[in-house]
C-alpha cells in the first residue's frame, strides 16, 4: 500500500507551498471572506467559493473534521478597499431607495441560490457582520489604547504598532504610496479606520453606539472578529481572492497581531490564522470580472443561454486555482461536453456493459494515488478531473468505477451520481417550444427516415431549426437535439 501524499498547500504569507499541520489535531478550522451583499454576485466572485469549497472539501477527504465559516458583509465594505469612498450598502440602498436591511437580504439569498447552484456545501456557519458589532466593539476597545488613534472621522489603527506590517502583501508601507487615499491626519499612509464615525449631521441607515461616538465598524475589523469569535486564535486556514492579499488580509493580521498580544499571547508573528490562501481572478478579455464597475456576468445569465451551472464549476476545477481563468462562451461550451460525457459515461454504470471488463487492482491503486497526489498538492484538480476520467474510460467492472466516482466527486462536487443527461440539458430562455412538441417532431421525423420519405424528414429538421433547435444526427454524444 502506497503511503497517502502529505496535503501540501500554498501559503501566502510565506509564498510557498507548505505541508499542512492542523493547530488542533485532526481539525482543520477555515475562514473564508464572503461576498458584501449589495449586489448581485458575478462568476468571477464565485470562484472564490468553488476554491474555498474544494479545499474543504479536500480537508474532509484527507480525514480533517472541517470546520468552515464563511461570512457575510452587510456593513463597511466601501467603495474603496482602503478608507475612501461610501459605504457600498448605503450606496446602493440610496440608489434603489430602498432599507439596507432588505438589500442585503435579496442579495444574500442571490448569492445562496448561486452557492447552491453550484453545489457548494453549506459550512458550518455564515456569521453575518451586523450580528456581531458588540464583539467589533470589544476588540477595538481591546487594542485601542496600544495601537489606535482617534481621528474626527473614526479610530484608525496605527500600523507601527505591529512587527513587520504588510509582510503579506509585500508592500510597502511608505508614505505617499499611491494605494491609500489620503485622510488627514493619519500618521502612516497604510493606517485603516477601524471604526468611521457618522460625520456630524448626518444619519446612515445601520449606525451603532461605540465608545468614538456614533458609527459603523471598519470591513476589517469585522473579518478579524468574525473569525476569531467562532475559530479561535489561530486557527488554521484563511480564503479570500487575491485582491485580498493586498489589503484586506494586511489589515486583518495587523488586528490579529494587536488582539492576540493584548490577549497575553504576546506572538508578534500571530496572525490569526496559520495559513493564507488565495485564489486567482476570472478574467474577461477586456480584464477583471467586477461588481463595481457595473458590468458583470451572473450564472443566472450564463443557465438562461443554456448551461448547465455545473459547466461553470467544471470551467473553474479545469483552471488551477492560483492561475488566471480567463472567461469564453467557448470555454464554457467545451466545459459543457466534457461534463455531458462524465455524467453519460457514469450513466451507463447502471448498465450491463458492453466491453468485457477486469478488476486490475493495481491499476486501480495507481490510480488512487494518481488523484490523491494532485489533489493534494495545493489542490491540483486539473490532473485530479483526468484521473477520474481515466478510471472511466478503463476497464473495471462497473461497480468498482462507482464507488470511484463517488470517493472522487466528494471532492470535486460534479454531482455526477444525481445529474441526468436531460438536467444538463437546460433550455435556454429565449426558447418558445416545449420539450414535449421536440419529441413529438422527432418522433415525427425518424417514422419518415424510416419509410425513406427524406424529402418530409429534412422538412421536419427545417421545423425545428427555425425555432432554434439543432437537430444532431449521428451525435457522438448521443445528444439528439441542443436548443441554440
Ligand atoms: N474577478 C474575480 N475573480 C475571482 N475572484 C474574485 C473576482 N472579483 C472578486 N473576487 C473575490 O470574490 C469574493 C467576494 O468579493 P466581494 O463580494 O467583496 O466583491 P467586491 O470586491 O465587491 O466585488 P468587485 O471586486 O467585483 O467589485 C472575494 O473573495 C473577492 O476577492
Ligand atoms: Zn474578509
Redesign the pocket.
Known amino acids: 500500500m502506497e503511503p497517502s501524499a502529505p496535503l501540501t498547500l500554498f501559503n501566502s504569507l510565506t509564498r510557498r507551498a507548505e505541508p499542512f499541520q492542523p493547530v488542533h489535531e485532526g481539525e482543520a478550522r477555515v475562514y473564508t471572506?464572503?461576498?458584501?451583499v449589495y449586489n448581485y454576485?458575478?462568476i468571477?466572485?464565485m470562484?472564490?467559493y468553488v476554491f474555498a469549497d474544494v479545499l474543504g472539501r479536500t480537508l474532509s477527504f484527507k480525514g480533517y473534521r472541517l470546520t468552515h465559516v464563511i461570512n457575510i458583509?452587510d456593513v463597511g465594505?466601501l467603495t474603496d478597499d482602503a478608507d475612501a469612498g461610501e459605504d457600498?450598502m448605503e450606496r446602493m440602498a440610496a440608489a434603489q431607495k430602498q432599507s439596507i436591511w432588505d438589500i442585503a437580504e435579496h442579495y444574500k439569498q442571490a448569492y445562496w441560490a448561486d452557492v447552491r447552484a453550484l453545489n457548494i456545501r453549506q459550512p458550518a456557519q455564515w456569521t453575518v457582520a451586523t450580528d456581531y458589532v458588540e464583539q467589533m466593539i470589544d476588540f477595538a476597545k481591546g487594542i485601542a489604547a496600544k495601537h489606535c488613534y482617534e481621528l474626527e472621522s473614526g479610530l484608525y489603527f496605527d500600523v507601527s504598532t505591529v512587527a513587520d506590517y504588510g509582510r503579506l502583501a509585500r508592500a510597502q508601507t511608505d508614505e505617499g504610496e499611491g494605494r491609500i487615499e489620503a485622510v488627514e491626519g493619519k500618521r502612516n499612509g497604510a493606517d485603516f479606520a477601524i471604526w468611521r464615525k457618522t460625520p456630524p449631521g448626518e444619519t446612515r441607515q445601520m449606525e451603532w453606539d461605540s465608545p468614538w461616538g456614533k458609527g459603523a465598524p471598519g470591513w476589517h475589523l469585522e473579518c478579524s472578529v468574525m473569525s476569531g469569535a467562532v475559530l479561535g486564535f489561530p486557527f488554521d486556514i484563511h480564503t479570500?481572492?487575491?485582491?485580498?492579499r493586498e489589503i484586506h488580509h494586511p489589515n486583518e493580521i495587523a488586528q490579529n497581531q494587536a488582539h492576540c498580544c493584548t490577549n497575553g499571547l504576546d506572538d508578534a508573528a500571530n496572525s490569526g490564522a496559520k495559513v493564507w490562501m488565495h485564489?486567482n481572478?476570472?478574467?474577461e478579455r477586456s480584464g477583471?470580472?467586477?461588481?463595481?464597475?457595473g458590468e458583470?456576468l451572473r450564472l443566472q445569465l450564463l443557465i438562461d443561454k443554456g448551461y448547465h451551472p455545473l459547466a461553470y464549476r467544471l470551467l473553474c476545477l479545469q483552471a488551477h486555482y492560483r492561475s488566471e481563468l480567463e472567461f469564453s462562451w467557448e470555454g464554457l461550451g467545451a466545459a459543457l461536453t466534457r461534463l455531458k460525457r462524465l455524467v453519460m459515461a457514469v450513466g451507463k454504470l447502471d448498465q450491463p456493459s458492453t466491453k468485457k471488463q477486469r478488476q486490475d487492482a493495481t491499476e486501480l491503486a495507481a490510480n488512487r494515488t494518481w488523484f490523491e497526489t494532485a489533489i493534494s498538492n495545493d489542490l491540483n484538480t486539473p490532473e485530479a478531473i483526468a484521473a477520474l476520467e481515466d478510471v472511466l474510460a478503463g476497464l473495471q467492472p462497473n461497480e468498482v468505477k462507482r464507488a470511484i466516482v463517488e470517493e472522487y466527486d466528494a471532492v470535486l462536487g460534479l454531482d455526477l451520481l444525481n445529474l441526468t443527461r436531460a438536467d444538463l440539458r437546460i433550455r435556454p430562455k429565449s426558447a418558445t417550444i416545449t420539450d414535449d412538441e421536440i419529441e413529438a417532431i422527432l418522433a415525427a421525423r425518424r417514422e419518415a427516415r424510416a419509410a425513406k420519405d427524406f424529402a418530409r424528414s429534412d422538412a421536419l429538421r427545417d421545423e425545428l431549426a427555425a425555432q432554434g433547435v439543432e437537430v444532431m444526427d449521428g451525435d457522438p454524444l448521443g445528444w439528439e437535439w441542443k436548443l441554440g
Open positions: 471572506c464572503g461576498p458584501t454576485p458575478h468571477g466572485n470562484r472564490a458583509t465594505h457600498k479570500g481572492g487575491i485582491d485580498h485564489n481572478f476570472l478574467v477583471k470580472m467586477s461588481k463595481s464597475s458583470f
